[in-house]
Every structure is written in structure tokens, then in C-alpha cells.
């Protein structure tokens, strides 16, 4: 079975993002951790393995890094190295393995993306997936009905359950 992959180009997504952009000019920090948030999220409904990757091209002796945070692969570039240009080098060798996707609304890196064999996808039509993911979350399992909930008691035999309340209610 092949995978299924998903590139987020971290602050083309960001900057592309009400909520993540606001975020942004307070605090870049916050605003990566919080879209790494939203992607793991999106990972483990979705079952895809997500790689996102932040621009460090312009930070001195940098020399990048890469680590998994919450499930998603989270690159930062070394210096000189733009986001566009690490993601160029992996897309080729991993639409050989399955469905490259990668999501930015830089036009022209959308159609060299398209050229190495992956799947453009722009920022807005990944912030609607999200969406529409975070729905199907809660409609599955935020808005359940109290009987519907899995707790021990809905699980214990009568006489057990009886036997537990006599015990807890003993001083």
C-alpha cells in the first residue's frame, strides 16, 4: 500500500492563515507551535505523514534540524537553504513511495511541484480540509450522547458495580 504524504511549507501556511497569521506578529514561536498542533491533529484523523518546514536560509550558522513533534516531521532549513529548496529535494524520491502533496500558495513552486511528480495543494484549500476534519472530529466524538460514553461503570457486571458503591460509601 502506498503512503501518503503531506508538505506544508510552515510560513507560506502561516502567513496564509488568519488566526496563525495574528499569532505571527505576536509571537513566531507560538504561531509554528500552533500550526504544528493543527497538523498533528490532522494527522492522526487523516492517517498521512506530515512533514512541515520552516525557512532558516537566513539565520547565520545555522545548520538546520529536523525532529518529530507530536507525530509530524518538523524540518527548520539550514543557512542558505530555502523551504522551497529542501522540498524540491525530497519530492522526486518520495512520490516513488506514494502520494506526495504540498501545500503552499507560492504559485511558481506549485508548478515545480507538479513538474517532480507531487500534488499542489494551496494554503486555502488545506485550511478547508483542516476544517472540514476538525468537523468530522466532533461530530464523531465531541458530540457523542452521555450513554454513548465509555466509562468502567458501563462495563461492570450489576453485582460488581453494587459491591464498588457499597465499598465506596463505607468510612
Same mark, same amino acid.
Given at each position: 500500500? #502506498?503512503?501518503?504524504?503531506?508538505?506544508?511549507?510552515?510560513?507560506?501556511?502561516?502567513?496564509?492563515?488568519?488566526?496563525?497569521?495574528?499569532?505571527? +506578529?505576536? /509571537? &513566531?514561536?507560538?504561531?509554528?507551535?500552533?500550526? =504544528?498542533?493543527?497538523?498533528?491533529?490532522?494527522?492522526?484523523?487523516?492517517?498521512?505523514?506530515?512533514? &512541515? $518546514?520552516?525557512?532558516?536560509?537566513?539565520? #547565520?550558522? +545555522?545548520?538546520?534540524?529536523?525532529?518529530?513533534?507530536?507525530?509530524?516531521?518538523?524540518?527548520?532549513? #539550514?543557512?542558505?537553504?530555502?523551504?522551497?529548496?529542501? =522540498?524540491?529535494?525530497? &519530492?522526486?524520491?518520495? /512520490?516513488?513511495?506514494?502520494?506526495?502533496? $504540498? !501545500?503552499?500558495?507560492?504559485?511558481?513552486?506549485?508548478?515545480? =511541484?507538479?513538474?517532480?511528480?507531487?500534488? %499542489?495543494?494551496?494554503? /486555502?484549500?488545506?485550511?478547508?480540509?483542516?476544517? +472540514? !476534519?476538525?468537523?468530522?472530529?466532533?461530530? %464523531?466524538?465531541?458530540? %457523542?450522547?452521555?450513554?454513548? =460514553? +465509555? &466509562?468502567?461503570?458501563?462495563?461492570?457486571?450489576?453485582?460488581? !458495580?453494587?459491591?464498588?458503591?457499597?465499598? %465506596?460509601? /463505607?468510612?
Amino acid at each position: 500500500m #502506498k503512503k501518503e504524504y503531506l508538505i506544508v511549507d510552515g510560513y507560506n501556511i502561516v502567513n496564509a492563515w488568519p488566526e496563525l497569521k495574528e499569532l505571527f +506578529n505576536v /509571537s &513566531i514561536e507560538q504561531a509554528r507551535d500552533k500550526l =504544528i498542533e493543527i497538523m498533528a491533529e490532522f494527522r492522526a484523523y487523516k492517517g498521512v505523514e506530515v512533514i &512541515i $518546514v520552516f525557512d532558516g536560509h537566513l539565520v #547565520k550558522g +545555522n545548520t538546520g534540524s529536523s525532529a518529530f513533534v507530536k507525530g509530524v516531521q518538523v524540518v527548520y532549513t #539550514k543557512e542558505q537553504e530555502t523551504a522551497d529548496n529542501y =522540498i524540491e529535494s525530497i &519530492i522526486r524520491d518520495m /512520490s516513488r513511495r506514494g502520494t506526495v502533496r $504540498v !501545500a503552499t500558495s507560492d504559485w511558481t513552486e506549485q508548478q515545480v =511541484i507538479l513538474a517532480l511528480g507531487g500534488i %499542489r495543494i494551496s494554503a /486555502s484549500e488545506l485550511y478547508v480540509a483542516v476544517k +472540514n !476534519a476538525e468537523g468530522d472530529i466532533k461530530k %464523531r466524538f465531541l458530540n %457523542r450522547g452521555y450513554e454513548r =460514553i +465509555n &466509562i468502567v461503570g458501563n462495563n461492570l457486571s450489576p453485582d460488581v !458495580a453494587d459491591k464498588l458503591q457499597k465499598w %465506596r460509601k /463505607s468510612p
